[in-house]
């Protein structure tokens, strides 16, 4: 009988050994792929515990059998697979909150991806239930036990289990989600940020009030009533508009920029720093909508927040500024929860494609886009032109504030080799077939681009016009690409930045570097022939731009009304 325990017990620290030694294995790997750096893995103790009672209660869960063992480290990899191919694609730190990304995710990836990636899942867990011991029900009911304490005081108290964390793990890095990860793990940090917003959804009550935020919203409007010059603004966010010509260790066949858009722009395009990089263009809208930064303190999208209930953001303000606002979005309705934020931002009304949107009239056409899979900017921007001159003729006294979202460029950059064939040869030391897609793509894009402002200057000359990225795409190998081939030369977040155009009264001008999150500014700032930034000490005309922290208030005060 104490020979067997024996036994039993070198055999589970022989699988214990075993386990920590693949997981610090898999840790160098996914590091040598650009992941999260292992220089402080000895200090993740909580995410050790947390890896070794899952991988117990499995391997008790399963019958005894020849690879037990193994399959009981199945879905621990499957779960880290997760966070760090997120955080290999996107830069970000994997959320509770990202799972509500999913279903927008099935949608962007070709069918055969998105089979594959739901069959990685399903089938082992189809394996393992399969294999799972019914006849031992306690434990399994008592494994739960641990989980479901966890779960309860995550929910019911969540800023005791934030401050019960804080005060046994090591470091958590206020400035930065990846190095307080590589602090204390993967696991360990996903039910400490999830109790952070738990405990967030608590605080930002005191910030409701809807009676004391109309109050401001109006002082607001009459402010720059008192100084309004109303003139049409034309806001054109683009897809993954990647210019390769900012990437420092890269050369070209040919100019990767078309004739025209480089005689319209020439040296006035400018940057802008985006607060995503490679995806969630939603964050990307919520900042040049709402002038406030994407905190992601209620949901790691704010779209995803809001319910429809006014939060007056730029869109807002102008409609009580009796401007006709009009968000065109050239893709479904449904993504990033778009109908509920654009009617909470303050749209008066949505434009989507007709194949999506076929309970509403509408005047887009997604029409077939064939090999390419998304809709061509040109054929978009036709469509909007004839949208903007119907509104001049028949609204000839409405100002008009035209909001487009284009979606072609979209990963994985593929182009129609009768329509747009790649003409342009990307040279570099480091491979990547996107890239090399995008980069042909840039230039046809640019194309449209240049014809497309062109004939709003002919049409709408007194106007602002604004063209920006939401962010550069991932590419195949997400910030490997931008760190190999140096992009902006590797200085600090140096792929967030993204290029933006700007045309006031007819002229490209050039601005100095801004975050998304300025536009609200820089537009009523036009609007008011630079009396409004004269009284409010615009952030991007300031020499040293006040921390972003300092946005805190406003952007709780705003999520608390929109989450109505």
Known sequence: MFKLDK???????????????????YALLIEHFGGFTTVHLYRQWLEILVVLYLYGYLYIMLKPARGRALLAAVPLLLIYLVHDVFF???????????????????????????????????????????????????PIIAGLLPVAITVFVIEATPAAFATGFQSVSSEIVKYSDV???????????????????????????????????????????????????????????????????????LKFSQSPVHPNFERLFGNTLGLSISPVFGGATAQAE????????????LSSVEFNAFTGAPAHCLPGILSSLDYRTVASNAYKPDFFNAQPAYR????????????????????????????????????LFAQNLAFVRNHMEQH??????????????????????????????????????????????????????????????????????????????PLRNGANTYNALRYMGNEEQSYYYNRIAIVEDGKPVKYPPLHHYDLPDVIANYLTEGRYCKAQQCDYMRR?????????DRYLALMAHASE
């Open 179 to 249: 190095k307080s990860v590589e602090n204390n793990g993967r696991l360990a940090m996903f039910l400490y940020r999830e109790a952070q917003r738990l405990d967030m959804l608590d605080r930002i009550a005191p910030y409701r009030g809807r009676a004391r935020y109309e109050a401001h919203i109006a002082e607001r409007v009459a402010q720059l009533r008192a100084n309004l010059k109303p003139r049409n603004v034309h806001l054109i966010v683009l897809e993954s508009f990647l210019d390769p010509r900012l990437f420092k260790d």
């Open 396 to 473: 000839p006294g409405t100002p008009l504030f035209n909001y487009l979202m284009t979606i072609y460029g979209h990963t994985p950059h593929l182009l129609d080799p009768a329509e747009r064939p790649e003409t342009i040869k990307v040279i570099s030391h480091y491979a990547d077939d996107h890239l090399q897609r995008a980069t042909n793509q840039f230039y046809y894009r640019t194309q449209a681009v240049a014809a497309y402002v062109n004939e709003l200057i002919a049409l709408d000359k007194d106007s602002l016009t604004i063209l920006i990225s939401d962010h550069v795409p």
């Open 286 to 297: 919520f900042e040049v909508l709402c002038g406030v930064p994407a905190f992601e303190k």
């Open 344 to 379: 909470g931002i303050g749209f008066a009304e949505q434009q989507f494609p007709t194949e999506f949107y076929g309970a509403q009239a509408t005047y887009l056409r997604f029409g077939d886009p064939g090999v390419e899979e998304y809709l061509f900017d040109r054929d």
């Open 544 to 552: 040293e731009s006040k921390p972003r922290e300092a946005s805190l």
């Open 7 to 25: 036994d039993a017990l070198r055999k589970g620290l022989l699988h214990i050994g075993a386990l920590l030694a693949m997981w610090c294995f």
């Open 88 to 138: 290999l694609a996107y830069g970000k730190v994997f959320r509770f909150v990202n799972l509500n990304e999913l279903p927008e995710l099935l949608q962007i990836l070709p069918a055969t991806h998105a089979v594959l990636l739901i069959l990685l899942f399903v089938v082992p867990a189809l394996l393992i239930l399969r294999t799972i011991d019914y006849r031992r029900p306690l």
